[in-house]
Nanobody, 121 residues
Framework: QVQLVESGGGLVQAGGSLRLSCKAS????????AGWYRQAPGKQRELVAS???????RYADSVKGRVTISIDNAKNTVSLQMNSLSPEDTAVYYC???????????????WGQGTQVTVSS
């Protein structure tokens, strides 16, 4: 069964860093494109960062310069490096990816279960 599993969340002090990982497991051949989203209590889910098939990246204005998204297809992993964290970054972070599955045509979209990031002041 194909799935995305996030890890790396936790509690960190303001100014600290975290690296979130999203590992794709199952019969996949590659990660085509991916994004990280977050949802804070009482707020809508928002896009934090995305990376395209060609490696182009986009970032929300609120995280530009502090966050880097990357794909490692050798490890079937999407990562999100977050630096200079502030309490406003507190949220559940979700991975979303378009995956190419082995012996199947096209790409399939998956969501991870989310990982909590809490930044204390």
């Amino acid at each position: 069964q194909v799935q995305l599993v996030e890890s790396g969340g936790g509690l960190v002090q303001a100014g600290g860093s975290l690296r979130l990982s999203c590992k794709a497991s199952g019969s996949i051949s590659s990660i085509n494109a991916a994004g990280w989203y977050r949802q804070a209590p009482g707020k809508q889910r928002e896009l934090v960062a995305s990376i395209s098939t060609g490696g182009s990246t986009r970032y929300a204005d609120s995280v530009k310069g502090r966050v880097t998204i990357s794909i490692d297809n050798a490890k079937n992993t999407v990562s999100l490096q977050m630096n200079s964290l502030s309490p406003e970054d507190t949220a559940v972070y979700y991975c979303n990816a378009d995956l190419r599955r082995q012996r199947q045509v096209g790409v399939w979209n998956y969501w991870g279960q989310g990982t909590q990031v809490t930044v204390s002041s």
